[in-house]
């Protein structure tokens, strides 16, 4: 919504900010962030999930997955609209640490933690680690027996449920790399069980990300519900974490199941399950991230050149270059996502004609927006604006071709103000230790 506005000269405004004034400040390419929307986002997901488990006595806890777009002041954000934050290396540990974020209410996960990751996980009293193989298993045990005390865990379960992006495929055997097989798992509870410094608390699975539909979630959590009946033979399981993946959408073709209704499908499904098998519903978690930032971000590109391509007999293709790309946005070139884009510094009569978006580096695969409408008389000096580029953007970002990553910038009623800074050539330079000793270097 916030990317509609515009003001009495059709410059497009973000938080009430017209995209001129941002550029000027901040140069582009430039990430905006809506303050206001990820927390409506945060809020909304929360309110979601509690209203849908609150019939069943238990409680939820929505962990942000901060793999998304990781920065200290959104973890400021998603915490206090009260979201717990979920990190998956060390360097997002240090973030949501340098945030200030409860490390109780910190969940760990990657499948391949080092011994060193584990550690630091340990030592800032990680509210919870999630197991990936028998060997990380192991490794956490070994480290808390040697600094003693209890660390919480989860075993990650590959539940054979596969998410494709508007559906799903049941395979009995997934060939990836994450968790345990539904086979496998009970071993790995057992030995968790059987050893003191760890304690087993329950079942986590996480089937895909960007999936619109509730059917895959709703198969994942029944066979999950399973496992976790079996479980509770042996002793308590309180906690099932579902992981997170719900989709948003990106252009006008994307229909997304509405959280509400998303989190009543789960919710209800596990409740099915429990109550077949006889048992309680546990407490659920659930880890978004793209749901929660995704749409509250807007990347600010110039216009560099446009160029008419001949592509057939009759055909050409408008192709419109700015200046950033797939640096600042890997997502097309490594999973032909689709985006759409609009100019923000002007409105235009012109017909529109249909263009490709495409950025300063040297793959034709650098594409930004496979295809969209612009104006026809779109030209050098436009600012253009893609939408619904907050979520694994700037965290899939590059240096590709000695690019510069650009800056983050928070907009709230009205003000902007800047939350990461851009790189400069310097920055990059600096790490080159040949390029350190020459002149201007010292
Ligand atoms: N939990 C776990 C264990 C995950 O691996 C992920 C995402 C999430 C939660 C959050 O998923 P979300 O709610 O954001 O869909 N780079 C890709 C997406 C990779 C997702 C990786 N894991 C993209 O740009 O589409």
Redesign the pocket.
Known sequence: PASTDRDEHGMLRLSGISAARLQEQFGTPLYVLDEDDVRAHARRTLAAFRTAIAPHGADVRVYY?G??FLCTEVVRWVTDEGLAV?VCTEGELAVAIAAGADPSRLGF?GSNKSVRELERAVEVGIGSIVLDSPIELERLAAIVARRGGVQDVLVRVNSGVHAETHDFLATAHEDQKFGFTLQDAPDAVARIRSLPGLRFVGLHC?IG??IFGTAGFQESAARLVELHAELLEGGDVPVLNL????GIAYTNADDPTPIEDLAAGIVDAVARECEVRGIGLPHLAF?????IVGQAGVTLYEVGTTKEVHVGEEATRLYVSVDGGMSDNA?PAL?G?QFSARIASRTSDAEPALVRVVGRHCESGDIVVDHEYLPGDVAPGDLLAVPATG??CFS?ASNYNYVPRPPVVAVRGGQARLIVRGESIDDLLARDLGAAETEGNK
């Open positions: 997955a793999k998304a979920d996960h996480h990300s960007q992981g997170g993946g719900f880890e978004p991230g793209r749901a997502r999973y996502a979520a694994y899939l």
